[in-house]
């Protein structure tokens, strides 16, 4: 299994809006894609900034580039992101598990 993981950060006024586009975008984008095994988003707040770690597990990397197309360590991004103000990293960590448990 591949566990793919992306950091972005909005502006605290906009952390309800982007979380709702998040919701839409990365990670229904992920789920409908076949080979996901789920999608699992983390916030937490830092100062002003709202960050979002969004966690997508995959059966293989064909399926991560059947979502993320050949460059598959570049993340994502979708045309009204920039409405956030979003800081987004440019690339993702993908790493191969054997399981995943809780800490």
């Known amino acids: 299994m591949i566990v793919r993981t992306w950091h972005g950060c909005v502006p605290l006024k906009h ?7 998040l919701q839409k975008t990365g990670v229904e984008h992920s789920e409908r894609t076949p080979g996901n095994l789920g999608a699992y988003v ?3 707040t ?15 990397i064909a399926a991560v580039k059947a979502f993320a197309g050949e460059q598959h360590q570049v993340a994502v991004t979708y045309p009204d992101d920039e409405q956030f103000e979003l800081l987004s990293d440019p690339y993702v960590f993908q ?8 800490l």
Do not use: I, P
């Open 15 to 21: 952390a309800e809006g982007f979380a709702n586009h």
């Open 95 to 102: 790493h191969d598990v054997q399981a995943v448990s809780s």
């Open 42 to 44: 983390r916030r937490e």
């Open 46 to 60: 830092q100062g002003e900034w709202e960050h979002f770690f969004l966690a997508t597990y995959w059966k293989d």
